[in-house]
């Protein structure tokens, strides 16, 4: 039979059961100021995604150029193959451009290992 955290409570000593309900309380108070913590970085991480995406073009240690679209924070969200000059990097760019804005687009996740 399951008992129940006040029945083995009440079996405590009075000075016993004010110990066990204070770190209760703080656990609980812990809890709050976690879960709080947790919202504030998650919205930290959507603000940071929030805002335009961008493109840049750079030029690699070997010469070799490729595009990046990153979010608003900086993160590259995807890199170009490389591309021997700079016109190709930005022709494929605006192919990607194009290809990506007439898009029907749906997420398919897949899972390595499931």
């Known amino acids: 039979m399951a ?3 006040e029945d083995i409570l009440a079996e405590l000593p009075a000075d016993r059961q004010e110990r066990i309900l204070r770190r209760s309380r703080s656990l609980m108070d812990d809890t709050s100021v ?3 913590t947790l919202a504030m970085e998650e919205d ?3 603000a940071a ?3 335009p995406l961008s493109f840049v073009i750079q030029k690699d240690s070997s010469g070799a150029f490729r595009f990046q679209l990153r979010a608003p924070n900086g993160e590259v ?3 170009s193959v490389t591309f021997a000059h700079k016109a190709a990097a930005l022709d ?7 290809s990506v804005g007439a ?5 398919d996740v ?3 290992g499931a």
């Not at 898009?103 to 997420?107: K, S, T, Y």
Request: charged share 25%.
């Open 3 to 5: 008992t129940s955290f």
């Open 34 to 36: 976690l879960e709080a």
């Open 44 to 46: 930290a991480e959507r």
């Open 49 to 51: 995604l929030a805002g």
């Open 77 to 79: 969200l995807y890199a």
């Open 92 to 98: 494929a760019l605006t192919t990607f451009k194009r």
């Open 103 to 107: 898009a029907d687009l749906r997420l």
């Open 110 to 112: 897949e899972w390595a």
